[in-house]
């Protein structure tokens, strides 16, 4: 009797755990293959949410999915454990030591094999090199590092109330991270008005630099041009074709040596795999560290390994560029891969991946938000603003919440979030 093919989802970011949880309804519950998911976190968090959770705006206990729960529910294995290296030969992926937050090892490291690997690590900002960076920057790529800006941003918070000083934050990169972020920072300060000081948001001054020549470059000219207009006129320093030069304990230098005062800064430009797959036993990998795959989502060097989402570059025959690294294009091939993976492992060809675009959002918090239409439906390509957007962005993730869950339970979360938004304060204080 034949095993079951071993598949290997190493990441569980948007397209990671969508697919494991679709390809464990169709195959690991059947026993016709066994689905591992692999990642270092033990919780998932939508990404696109990682700046309201940075701001403290949302709770994070309430939107996170653990994964070995879930993983349960939905018939795969999930394994914590971060991705070192690959092993093309012998079909392993190689982890890294897992240990504890006192420096305990509790798992050597290790390998597991696999019959079909799929990467979705996700990507992270890219610093260039940019001295300084590294040691004076928040990060705001994971859960991890959302909640670590939290705490910092709570002391200085704190201290700017106590000591009744400015709270200056600067923010490198004004792609939706940065954008986005700003605008929460505003609304969380706004609120906590309310909680005893009436000046708390008075004292914020917030400085946005883009090295582009207008902030949110891959979105159309509309929706970036309205987005720096409400940006200024909540009060935010826009610097846009601003090169950084290096950061330091007091903000960041740029251009002639001129300084961006801080005491809390954000590094959100750029973007690229993780350092180490640009070490990829025999992979084609690019300048980002993706892998490029071809329109099968398969790596040009080995047709068992795919690649989805923001830790691949994928060049389409109609498209100028590689496909941008949204959510949007993770779901869409995480989606395919569910759907024509299981058909490829019985031996009919895999067809191949068609992108399609259904327009692009960005939410100024509940200040106000942009989008347009895209190429398919209704109004194409229409712009579209205000109550009407913020609805269509808050309906992204919702619909990513039904693709994990069903339709029950997702309705189910969003009724307990709505319940615990009345009886909770709007805005994480301890």
Known sequence: MSQPVRIVIVGGGIAGLLLATRLGN??????????????????????PMLHTIAAGTRDVQQQQVIYLAHAREHGFTYQPGEMTGLDRERREVQLAAITSPQGDTILDPRTVGYDVLVLSLGSRANDFGTPGVRQHCHFIDSQRQAEAFNVALRTRVFRSVAKDEPLRVAVVGAGATGVELSAELSRLLEVASGYGDPRVRERL???????????????PEQVSASSRQQLEHIGFHVLTSTRVTSAEAGGFRHGDG??????????????????????????DINRSNQVVVNAKLQSSADDHIFALGDCSSLSLPDHDRPLAPTAQVATQQAEHLARHLPGWLAGTPMPDFVFRDFGSLVSLSDYNAFGTLGRFGFFQGGFI?????????????RRHQQALHGFRKATLLWTAEQINGLVQPKIRLT
């Open 205 to 219: 001054s917030l400085t946005l630099l883009e090295s582009g020549p207008r902030v949110l470059a891959s979105f």
């Open 26 to 47: 169709q195959l690991g519950r059947s026993g016709q293959a066994n689905i591992t998911l692999i990642d270092s976190s033990p919780t998932h968090i939508w990404k």
């Open 385 to 397: 603003r205000g109550r009407f957007a913020q609805l269509s962005h808050a309906m992204l993730y």
């Open 258 to 283: 001129a300084l961006v005062d801080a005491d809390l800064m954000v590094w959100a430009a750029g973007v690229k795999a993780p350092d180490f797959m640009s070490q990829f036993d025999g992979l």
